[in-house]
């Protein structure tokens, strides 16, 4: 168990809707990173939050946004959902955001996109 | 670019032997290096982090830098089934320490 923790676990949207997943870093940790991982492939980056400021994007489009809260939990919304978003969303928490850092992942979220 | 680029496997390996784990990676950069393993329908959980060029032992485990070469490898000895996993290596360079992963090697360990 790496204290970060997701919700909701497994989720079910059409496309064209949106949706909001929820992340808690682990204690002490003030730096959290996004990743969409579809089936077969590794953690793909979509963004990371230090302190409440964004401190870095992936390849995703503007319609994936977040935001970090004073307590560093931290929300990814995806607006206009297409199938090709299904995938496992892993939340990873670490400590710095700098050099030597080591990211700890929650448990994900599972969405599929019908 | 960053690329980190793993042999997607399967590595089939018997209950007992080594198992060869290895990952290249084209930034050269890179500073910080990651062994991930990851169950079927699971997250990733850190398995070593290796920074300097050698080995680094942590029981049957042991990662192994060269950054020369741009390669990283992970040895599991005496491979249990329940070690039948994905394993992803990744790597992190100065600038935004963000790691960038490959996509995984699929160890099956047979009784």
């Known amino acids: 168990e790496t204290g970060v923790t997701q919700s909701p676990t497994h989720l079910i949207k059409t496309r064209g809707q949106q949706v909001t997943l929820r992340c808690s870093s682990q204690?002490?940790?003030?730096?959290v990173s996004w990743y969409q991982q579809a089936l077969g492939q590794g953690p793909q980056f979509i963004f990371q939050?230090?302190?409440?400021?964004?401190?870095g994007r992936g390849n995703f489009p503007p319609r994936f946004s977040g935001l970090q809260f004073p307590n560093y939990s931290s929300e990814l919304n995806v607006n206009a959902l297409e199938l090709d978003d299904s995938a496992l969303y892993l939340c990873?928490?670490?400590?710095?955001?700098?050099?030597?850092?080591?990211?700890?992942f929650g448990p994900g979220t599972r969405l599929t996109v019908l | 670019q960053k690329e980190v680029e793993q042999n997607s496997g399967p590595l089939s390996v018997p209950e007992g032997a080594i198992a060869s784990l290895n990952c290249t990676y084209s930034?050269?950069?890179?500073?910080?290096f990651f062994w991930y393993r990851q169950y079927s329908g699971k997250s990733p959980e850190l398995i070593m982090s290796?920074?300097?060029?050698g080995d680094k032992e942590d029981g049957r485990f042991t990662a192994q830098l060269n950054k020369a070469s741009q390669y990283v490898s992970l040895l599991i000895r005496d491979s249990q089934p329940s070690d039948s996993a994905t394993y992803l290596c990744?790597?992190?360079?100065?600038?935004?320490?963000?790691?960038?992963f490959g996509r995984g090697t699929s160890l099956i360990v047979h009784p």
């Open positions: 930034d050269r950069g890179s500073q910080s």
């Open positions: 939050y230090y302190r409440e400021e964004e401190n």
């Open positions: 990744a790597a992190s360079s100065g600038g935004s320490y963000i790691p960038t």
């Open positions: 290796i920074y300097s060029n």
């Open positions: 990873a928490s670490s400590q710095t955001g700098g050099l030597g850092d080591t990211q700890y």
């Open positions: 204690s002490g940790h003030n730096t």
